[in-house]
Each structure stands twice: as structure tokens, then as C-alpha cells.
């Protein structure tokens, strides 16, 4: 089976094709081209864009989510059944792939859940692995993670192991006993490590970006901040060309002037995450987070107990609309919601629409809302 979709604007990489066309066959990209050439490629299914998604209709690869813990009332931590329902929640907002978080827990239990990710990584192409969010953090930038389940990263290998090559990266922060070595053994695993949820300053955080830590952990979030005199975890990572920083651009997480501030500083590095939780896509009420009691009102997530933000009820489409609405620009949003997040975890098959690639596409109006998603070239209902 194969779909054409023409009369689009198509945003990928960054760069913009006005009067673009695509079509996808066997769930891969099959080529693509503008104007009215799409008339002699063969196709069973033609989708017109812009009678679909009207004037100015952008279509990009499918969003790219590389760190979020559940949707549509659903946490990843509870199960198959759960990680598939609140993929599908995100799925229909236009991430199409995504790598499944977990937050700390006792090790047991990590272990057990990074063996069950890597069986639905093999069984379900939306999944790209697993993120360890904790337990190796520093207690007093802990967030909403149980501080009783905090942990040693010199017991990284357990879940290394657990994970049979799917754990796409693990969160740590660099100050604890054997944080370095752990890094090294991520990175020679070919696993991404984390820098996060630290009290760490510059000097500490750039140490260890040149042991082999390669993505910053939600920036200015869970760290401390950026100050004139002290830049910390966010200065190292934003000056440092080797390295992906994440960015929750919900308006909660991070004032929308930082969020232009941050594009400006790292072009091509910024990967617009999610880090949403159950009540995304639900509304609020009371919700449980590792454990913990969360109250989410008005679409913050909050721990019961301190106050502390606990997720987000941010999907990625919404992200890109923030970004915008702070300044950034739509090509630049765009990217680091596909190939910046894909190429941060090593994941060549997603995040573009290039011949070879996964068929995962969105279509958006000219207000960036979401008309249309395929997955594997499938329409997603």
C-alpha cells in the first residue's frame, strides 16, 4: 500500500520546501518531490494537504519524544497495557515515536520495567527504548522522585543488562560516587547518559560532557540556575557544541523568554520534551507519580507533599506552539520535536522524511494544530 501527500509545505531538518509532496509505501518514505509531480508516482491513497489542513499546511516528519512518563490517565511505570494507552494519546497529538520513561523506583522494580520496555521496543515500532529518569539523582534536586528509592549509579549495569541493548539513555547526577564511571560504561554500551537532577556547577557538568555525558536533563529545571557569575549545568550545556539539551516548553517549566533564549544559544540542539505525565490529555485531579501523590490544577502538575512540579500535561505539538509563540522559529521548533531528539539517542530511522525512513508524518494547519498523523505510513485514527 502506498499514500501520496502533496500541497504541503514540508519542514524537515530545519529547512522549508514550499509545494512539497511525499509518498510513503511499505511504511517507509518512498520518495518526494514539488508541485505537480506527485501525479506520476503511483499511489493507492492521495491526500491532499491543504484541503485537508487549509492554507499554509506544513506537513513534518512524526515528533520525536524522548522524554515522557504517560498519557490519557496512564503511567508508563504501570505496565504494557498502560504504555500503549498513553502512547496512543500522545500519538494522536503527533508523536509517533518515543522513547518510554521511568522514574525512581526501588531497583527491582526498574529492572523488571526496563525488561518489559525492551519487549515491547521489539514487539511495537512507536517505542524506541528506555529512559532511566532516576534513581541516580541528587537528593536535594530530587523533584518529584521518591527520595527513599535514590540510588548509587555503581549498580548502572543491572539496568544495562536488563534493558538487552534498548536502554536509550539514563539520567545522573555527576557529583555522586562512581557517576564518571557509570557515564563511561553507558557510553561504551552505546546508551546516552543524562546529565540531571544535579546540584553540579559548570566546571563539574563540563567534566562530565568530556567523559561521554551527552544530553542535559530538562534544562533549568532540577539544577540550579543560570546566573551571570555562576552559569551551572544550563551554561556548560548550552556552550557546549557536543551536547542535546532538553527544554519542557509548556509555559511552567521555563519562562517563554529563556525558551527563545535557549534556541538562540544551541541552534540545532534544543529537543523539545514532554516529560508529561497521566493527567495529559485528562484534566485535573489526583494522580500518583512513582508513588507519590500528585495534584494537577489547571494543567500543572504539582507533588501533593512540597509543591514540587511533578511532569507536565505537555504534549508535542503544544511545545511547538509555545516555542513559537516565545519567538522560535517554526523550522527551528519543528526540528527539535523530529531530528534533534532522533539523533540525540541515536535513532536514524525517525525524525526525517528522507527516502528510507519511517513513514511517520504530521500534518498541521497554519495555527499548528494537528489534522492528520501517519505511523509507518498508516493513518493514526
Known amino acids: 500500500m502506498s499514500t501520496i501527500v502533496h500541497s504541503a509545505s514540508l519542514i524537515d531538518g530545519g529547512t522549508r520546501t514550499d509545494a512539497a509532496w511525499v509518498r510513503f509505501a511499505d511504511g517507509r518514505v518512498a520518495e518526494h518531490g514539488t508541485g505537480s509531480t506527485w501525479r506520476h508516482a503511483p499511489a493507492d491513497t492521495v491526500v491532499d494537504a491543504a484541503e485537508l489542513a487549509g492554507p499554509g499546511a506544513i506537513l513534518s516528519p512524526g515528533f520525536v519524544d524522548i522524554h515522557g512518563h504517560g498519557g490519557g490517565g496512564f503511567a508508563f511505570d504501570d505496565g504494557a497495557d498502560a504504555i500503549r494507552a498513553a502512547r496512543a494519546l500522545h500519538r494522536r497529538h503527533g508523536t509517533t515515536s518515543a522513547v518510554v520513561s521511568l522514574v525512581t523506583a526501588p531497583m527491582e522494580d526498574l529492572v523488571r520495567r526496563t525488561r518489559l520496555i525492551a519487549e515491547l521496543t521489539r514487539a511495537d515500532g512507536d517505542i524506541l527504548g528506555s529512559h532511566l529518569e532516576g534513581p541516580f539523582l541528587d537528593p536535594g534536586h530530587r523533584g518529584a522522585h521518591d527520595p527513599a528509592a ?114 538562540a544559544a544551541a541552534p540545532g540542539r534544543i529537543a523539545l520534551v514532554s516529560d508529561a505525565m497521566a493527567a495529559t490529555g485528562v484534566g485535573d485531579g489526583r494522580y500518583t507519580l512513582g508513588g507519590l501523590d500528585v495534584e494537577v490544577s489547571g494543567g500543572v502538575a504539582r507533588l501533593a507533599d512540597g509543591g514540587a512540579i511533578a511532569g507536565s500535561t505537555l504534549t508535542q505539538d503544544q511545545a511547538v506552539r509555545t516555542a513559537v509563540a516565545a519567538g522560535v522559529g517554526l523550522a527551528d521548533a519543528l526540528r527539535a520535536v523530529t531530528a534533534t531528539p532522533a539523533q540525540a539517542i541515536g535513532a536514524p530511522e525517525v525524525g526525517h522524511l528522507r527516502p528510507g525512513a519511517r513513514a511517520d508524518a504530521v500534518l498541521l494547519d497554519a495555527d499548528l494544530t494537528v489534522r492528520a498523523v501517519w505511523a509507518a505510513g498508516a493513518p493514526v485514527p
Open 150 to 263: 535514590l540510588a548509587s549509579p555503581v549498580v548502572v549495569d543491572a539496568l544495562l543488562a536488563a534493558g538487552e541493548g534498548t536502554v536509550r539513555q539514563i539520567t545522573i547526577a555527576p557529583e555522586l560516587p562512581g557517576a564518571f564511571d557509570a557515564i563511561r560504561e553507558l557510553t561504551a554500551a552505546g546508551a546516552v547518559a543524562a546529565i540531571g537532577h544535579t546540584g553540579a556547577d559548570a566546571a563539574l557538568t563540563a567534566a562530565a560532557f568530556d567523559a561521554g555525558a551527552r544530553i542535559l536533563t530538562h534544562v533549568f529545571n532540577a539544577m540550579p540556575g543560570l546566573h551571570h557569575r555562576a552559569p551551572g549545568p544550563a551554561g556548560a550545556a548550552l556552550t557546549d557544541e557536543r551536547v542535546t539539551v532538553e527544554l519542557i516548553a509548556d509555559g511552567v517549566h521555563v519562562h517563554p523568554e529563556l525558551v527563545r533564549i535557549a534556541f
